[in-house]
């Protein structure tokens, strides 16, 4: 049996799809059942249960071999707070798997986790790294860049289609790397179905590195016009961080990011990546062309 905590957001529904078309016995946990009405039709075994309630993750972690812990709550806030989520929770989430029996425990943490990030959220990222390695327990550890169904699509493409405008953290001249939610997917299912981890940490990339800007480009010929660009600057951005903090953690935690994808080296070569596990990673045009929704784009003629 495989655990998905995680498992209706897009990583997660991704990889247990993946799993259940190769027969596999995967259950998702979930704080609403009913977002995962689609997996559980598929087959997926789907309970109740939250990051923030150990009884949850205990029952859970019953009977399972292998686990996906996808969950994050970058933009929370509140009771859903990074620190509550992708902290304390995981940190009960993986003492809760080493207490039943658990062969292998799959992390997915960020490209770039480190303890002096400037974002929390990388350096809660690199802290969970830790606790799971230094628990005992079989991992696997994966490390991806910028999903493009987020950053390059929700951010700023679907803006651009649905409004014509976009706002712009920053510059947007950096080029950084984007990757494709089904090929990390692809990754996470393969190394879920290896017996147990060895303590593997795997950086996970897109083909190529593109500037937001570029990718501000790529959506306005894809939508037939201009778009209106606003940026905030990265003089604002750095005072509005921390006031931000004091009454919605998650949205300060964005910026610091913002300005951390602005400013430094965001760039990835997936060639060690493919040299090792061989496969066509997705470009981010390629990924436009098969998942931008019809009724966003002009009509033909």
Not at 31 to 54: F, H, N, S, W, Y
Not at 144 to 160: D, K, N, S, V, W
Not at 176 to 205: C, Q, W, Y
Request: glycine letters at 8%.
């Amino acid at each position: 049996m495989i655990l998905i905590v995680g498992g209706t957001g897009a990583l997660g529904s991704a990889t247990t799809e993946k799993l259940l078309a190769q027969r596999e016995a995967v259950r998702v946990m979930t704080r609403t059942p009913a977002k995962a009405e689609a997996l559980q039709a598929l087959g997926a075994e789907v309970i109740q249960g939250d990051l923030r309630d150990q009884d949850s993750l205990i029952q859970a972690c019953q009977g399972v071999d292998t686990v996906l812990a996808s969950a994050h709550s970058v933009m929370g806030k509140g009771s859903e707070a990074s620190k509550y989520i992708d902290d304390q929770g995981h940190c009960w989430f993986i003492d809760a798997a080493k207490a039943a029996g658990v062969n292998h425990f799959v992390y997915v943490s960020a490209l770039g986790a480190a303890p002096d990030h400037p974002a929390n959220f990388f350096r809660i990222k690199y802290k969970i790294e830790q606790y799971l390695l230094k628990s005992g327990l079989p991992c696997t550890i994966l490390r991806p860049t910028a999903f493009m169904e987020a950053h390059a699509y929700q951010l700023i493409g679907q803006p651009i289609l649905e409004t014509g405008k976009v706002t712009l953290f920053g510059k947007g001249e950096n080029p950084r790397n984007f990757v494709a939610v089904t090929d990390v997917a692809h990754f996470a299912t393969m190394l879920l179905l290896k017996p147990e981890g060895s303590g593997e940490l795997l950086e996970i990339g897109g083909p190529e590195n593109l500037s937001n800007m570029q990718v501000v480009r790529l959506y306005e010929e894809l939508a037939g016009h201009q778009a209106k660009v606003s940026h905030v600057p990265l003089g604002m951005l750095r005072v509005m961080s921390p006031v931000a903090g004091l009454f919605n953690p998650g949205l300060s935690q964005v910026m610091q990011i913002s300005i951390w994808q602005d400013t430094t080296d965001q760039t990835f070569d997936p060639s060690a990546l493919l040299q090792r596990y061989p496969m066509t990673l997705t470009r981010l045009a390629d990924w436009m062309a098969a998942y931008v929704p019809t009724d966003l784009l002009p009509a033909a003629g």
